[in-house]
């Protein structure tokens, strides 16, 4: 049995110790890597992620009163709440993800007087904390499980964009629509490219295997925390100078105003700038090398996007740079932090047959520093949220 129907397997059988009873439904989202392009998306502007082999599997089965029941392996309650009772004061800790949905879809224009109460209950092998979007997962398989359970009519960008707000409004995360998008627009061997500013989004092509490429995650284990600290202070910084320079976000910038930026804006600002404006011509750059040259050519972008993440935008740490020069001085062709930072994981782009190497030297590199242990282990990119086949 491999891992995603083993997983399967497991959340029936919760769910049936939870309840007492067999779900009617299963539904799954995925974790997320972003490739290249961090912090462009509250910028307006270019990412290019993709969902992993990692998923949140949820099983449901309909009730008859207007009652919401959600349980999951990581946490020992179970929350019961009515579905009209639900709003940013009502629902708080893990449940404020998926739960916050339905507020979401409320906001989004939603009535749901004809909406049922359902039991549901979580597994994920998505790492909590690893930068790998488990949160986005949680939201992304509770709305694509209302948004046909409840006939809401959604496509999946406005499932994504309800995530956000979720995010921003009950959960309190100042965070972007990357990771929602990942996790609903993913295609198997893709990456997904999306525009932030439009929502337009087209599926590339990644070729990895065509090349005896694989993508290693390296878990520094480090945990980040996106609803304090750097991340809104980032946020800020762009903000402001968006403001400063007279546009209404970084996205309307290029390399040729990095020139008046450096003039008119403090040198931390600027710094912040000039890592969204690189970033964003970094993240088209690599779209083209993918389309004209293949997946063997992007290793420059990466290293360079992590240069900028490290020195110009600061939201690196000595263990995300320690794991991206092993991984450079050990056969990745490619490898930078991925996610908001402060923590979380590096990614590196690698042949296939160097990986257990990289892991020992990883795993030394870590030990010699003083630093705990890390995780290093292999992802590809997959279909996004879906409804599983309940077929046992
Ligand atoms: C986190 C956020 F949730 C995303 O929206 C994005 O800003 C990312 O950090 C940085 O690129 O994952």
Same mark, same amino acid.
């Given at each position: 049995?491999?891992?995603?129907?083993?997983?399967?397997? *497991?959340?029936?059988?919760?769910?049936?110790?939870?309840?007492?009873?067999?779900?009617? *439904?299963?539904?799954?989202?995925?974790g997320r890597?972003?490739?290249?392009?961090?912090?462009?998306?509250?910028?307006?502007?270019?990412?290019l992620?993709?969902?992993?082999?990692?998923?949140?599997?949820m099983?449901?089965?309909?009730?008859?009163?207007?009652?919401?029941?959600?349980?999951?392996?990581? =946490?020992?309650?179970?929350?019961?709440?009515?579905?009209?009772?639900?709003?940013?004061?009502?629902?708080?800790?893990?449940?404020?993800?998926?739960?916050?949905?339905?507020?979401?879809?409320?906001?989004?224009?939603?009535?749901?007087?004809? +909406?049922?109460?359902?039991?549901?209950?979580?597994?994920?092998?998505? #790492?909590?904390?690893?930068?790998?979007?488990? *949160?986005?997962?949680?939201?992304?398989?509770?709305?694509?499980?209302?948004?046909?359970?409840?006939?809401?009519?959604?496509?999946?960008?406005?499932?994504?964009?309800?995530?956000?707000?979720?995010?921003?409004?009950?959960?309190? !995360?100042?965070? &972007?629509?990357?990771?929602?998008?990942?996790?609903?627009?993913?295609? @198997?061997?893709?990456?997904?490219?999306?525009?932030?500013?439009?929502?337009?989004?087209?599926?590339?092509?990644?070729?990895?295997?065509?090349?005896?490429?694989?993508?290693?995650?390296?878990?520094?284990?480090? !945990?980040?925390?996106?609803?304090?600290?750097?991340?809104?202070?980032?946020?800020? *910084?762009?903000?402001?100078?968006?403001?400063?320079?007279?546009?209404?976000?970084?996205?309307?910038?290029?390399?040729?105003?990095?020139?008046? =930026?450096?003039?008119?804006?403090?040198?931390?600002t600027?710094?912040?700038?000039?890592?969204?404006?690189?970033?964003?011509?970094?993240?088209?750059?690599?779209?083209?090398t993918?389309?004209? @040259?293949?997946?063997?050519?992007?290793? #420059?972008?990466?290293?360079?996007?992590?240069?900028?993440?490290?020195?110009?935008?600061?939201?690196?740490?000595?263990?995300?740079?320690?794991?991206?020069?092993? =991984?450079?001085?050990?056969?990745?062709? &490619?490898?930078?932090?991925? &996610?908001?930072?402060?923590?979380?994981?590096?990614?590196?782009v690698?042949?296939?047959?160097?990986?257990?190497?990289?892991?020992?030297?990883?795993? +030394?590199?870590?030990? +010699?520093?003083?630093?705990?242990? #890390?995780?290093?282990?292999?992802?590809?990119?997959?279909? &996004?949220?879906?409804?599983? #086949?309940?077929?046992?």
């Open positions: 049995m491999n891992a995603a129907s083993s997983l399967q397997h *497991s959340v029936v059988d919760g769910f049936a110790a939870r309840f007492g009873e067999a779900p009617d *439904s299963l539904w799954s989202a995925p890597v972003n490739l290249i392009g961090e912090h462009t998306d509250y910028n307006d502007g270019f990412v992620p993709f969902a992993i082999d990692r998923r949140t599997v099983a449901v089965r309909r009730r008859d009163d207007r009652v919401i029941r959600i349980a999951t392996s990581f =946490a020992p309650e179970t929350v019961e709440i009515a579905l009209d009772d639900i709003s940013p004061a009502t629902v708080s800790g893990w449940s404020a993800y998926p739960l916050g949905m339905v507020w979401g879809a409320t906001e989004f224009g939603s009535v749901l007087d004809a +909406a049922f109460g359902f039991d549901a209950y979580l597994e994920s092998d998505i #790492p909590v904390g690893a930068g790998l979007s488990s *949160s986005a997962a949680l939201e992304s398989v509770f709305g694509l499980a209302i948004t046909e359970l409840w006939s809401l009519g959604y496509d999946r960008q406005s499932i994504a964009r309800i995530g956000q707000f979720n995010e921003n409004q009950v959960v309190g !995360a100042p965070t &972007g629509i990357m990771d929602q998008s990942a996790s609903l627009l993913g295609e @198997q061997d893709s990456v997904v490219l999306l525009d932030c500013r439009s929502l337009d989004a087209s599926v590339i092509p990644l070729g990895l295997s065509d090349s005896g490429l694989t993508i290693a995650v390296i878990d520094t284990k480090v !945990a980040h925390e996106h609803a304090t600290g750097g991340y809104a202070a980032r946020r800020a *910084s762009c903000e402001l100078g968006a403001q400063l320079l007279g546009v209404t976000s970084l996205r309307d910038l290029t390399v040729d105003d990095l020139p008046r =930026a450096s003039r008119e804006l403090d040198d931390e600027f710094r912040r700038v000039r890592h969204v404006i690189t970033e964003n011509e970094r993240v088209l750059e690599t779209v083209r993918l389309r004209d @040259q293949g997946a063997t050519a992007i290793g #420059p972008l990466l290293d360079a996007s992590h240069v900028s993440m490290r020195d110009d935008f600061e939201i690196s740490v000595p263990e995300l740079d320690l794991a991206v020069t092993t =991984a450079q001085q050990h056969g990745a062709i &490619g490898a930078r932090m991925t &996610g908001g930072g402060f923590g979380g994981s590096a990614i590196a690698i042949p296939a047959a160097k990986v257990e190497a990289l892991r020992t030297a990883t795993l +030394a590199a870590f030990a +010699a520093a003083g630093f705990g242990a #890390p995780d290093v282990f292999t992802v590809t990119p997959t279909r &996004g949220a879906t409804r599983e #086949p309940l077929s046992y």
